[in-house]
């Protein structure tokens, strides 16, 4: 196909053919049936990108329907005005998946619990034993030791055995939900070192998590049973980094 010769009307006008079919998707049997009513092209190429603009696109753009819509009588500048508004679409369904799931879901990458007065950021810290944990324990079979943590009680508190929490752009493998000691006004991570050489860490109270995928880089994490009231934290690991991993915390409360 040719380069699409886009015929871009005014936004007021895209806006007013989008309004007569507000909440209602332009689909490829909308096209097949204006295309039957010998509606004029520059319409049809009009009514697309007013669908497009208004988020309200659901074309399928498959060799198949392609060709459908071919068979059908669209001309080349119609085809192309299908395939144009594929990534815009794709956009839009994704963008819409992600509203249903977690509405008004901060931009920022982080993992976010939706209270009642809306969401809120957990706050990261970094767990890594260091060096001399490690020779200390060179001699030994295992040993467990504690990672300390500021402040006795992490900033998100939830009520909520099994809360569900929303992770946007983090990249990060081998997801657990594990349970911090508290002690004064610490925190702290227990951890378990096999005390031989190459020396790998474990952490002492951990479980797993269900991880689905919601729409693009937006993931949603839940422990995979109840958990009792106490802090806790979502851990991952670093990647390239030795024996260091990186987590969010919360508490569970009554």
């Not at 507000?22 to 520059?42: F, G, H, M, Y």
């Not at 990108?49 to 068979?71: C, E, M, N, Y």
């Not at 951890?191 to 689905?212: D, Y």
């Not at 934290?233 to 508490?251: K, L």
Request: one cysteine or more; proline letters at 5%.
């Amino acid at each position: 196909m040719r380069r699409l010769r886009v015929i871009l009307p005014a936004m007021t006008v895209a806006a007013g053919l989008w309004a007569q079919t507000a909440n209602k998707p332009l689909t490829n049997a909308d096209i097949e049936s204006k295309l039957a009513a010998r509606v004029p092209e520059s319409t049809i190429v009009m009514k697309i990108q007013a669908a497009v603009f208004g988020g309200f696109a659901a074309l399928d753009t498959s060799s198949a329907a392609v060709i459908a819509l071919k068979q059908k009588g669209a001309s080349e500048t119609v085809l192309d005005a299908v395939v144009w508004a594929e990534p815009f679409d794709a956009r839009t369904r994704q963008q819409q998946e992600l509203d249903r799931a977690a509405p008004g879901l901060p931009n920022s990458a982080g993992i976010y619990y939706g209270g009642p007065s809306g969401w809120a950021r957990l706050r990261s810290f970094l767990v890594w034993s260091g060096l001399s944990s490690n020779w200390n324990l060179s001699f030994r079979r295992s040993r467990s030791f504690n990672v300390p943590v500021t402040g006795g009680h992490a900033e998100v508190q939830i009520h909520d055995r099994q809360p569900a929490v929303y992770l946007r752009a983090l990249v990060s493998d081998g997801w657990q939900v594990i349970r911090l000691g508290v002690g004064g006004d610490r925190r702290f991570v227990q951890l378990i070192s096999s005390g031989e050489f190459p020396f790998r860490e474990r952490f002492a109270s951990s479980g797993k998590v269900q991880i689905t995928r919601i729409a693009g880089d937006v993931f949603k994490l839940q422990p995979a049973s109840p958990l009792a009231a106490g802090e806790y934290a979502f851990c991952s690991t670093v990647s390239g980094g030795p024996n260091s991993g990186v987590c969010y915390g919360f508490g569970v409360q009554r």
